[in-house]
């Protein structure tokens, strides 16, 4: 599975952007989708994920909880997180990621990833 995340740019705190994560690829063997962010001179800590048929299981980091939104497009390749009420502490690389069937425990196909900057 390919995946290219896109959506990245400057924002004043208070702000919104959404992201996408665009896959292709072996679609059928996605499982989950994850997005993950990492901060300059911080680990890459996971934000959201979503089970990619349904989306029935959604999970948000604490920190994002209530500002943050996960969704696939109807029966599309494309997964959004929408971001409200961004905040300075928001700053950070955005990537996708997924968990394929045959192996659940890890997550794969990280991309390049898109920068998101919040000035306050």
């Known amino acids: 599975v390919q995946l290219q995340a896109s959506g990245g740019g400057s924002v004043q705190a208070g702000g919104s952007l959404r992201l996408s994560c665009a896959a292709s690829?072996?679609?059928?063997?996605?499982?989950?989708l994850g997005w993950f962010r990492q901060a300059p001179g911080k680990e890459r800590v996971i934000v959201a994920a979503?089970?990619?048929?349904?989306?029935?299981?959604?999970y948000y980091a604490d920190s994002v909880k209530g500002r943050f939104t996960t969704s696939r497009d109807n029966g599309g390749n494309t997964v959004y997180l929408q971001m409200n009420n961004l905040k300075p502490e928001d700053t950070a690389v955005y990537y996708c990621?997924?968990?394929?069937?045959?192996?659940?425990?890890?997550?794969?196909?990280w991309g390049q990833g898109t920068l998101v900057t919040v000035s306050s």
């Open positions: 990621a997924v968990k394929e069937w045959s192996d659940i425990n890890q997550y794969l196909g």
């Open positions: 690829g072996r679609i059928l063997s996605i499982y989950r």
């Open positions: 979503i089970t990619w048929n349904g989306g029935r299981s959604i």
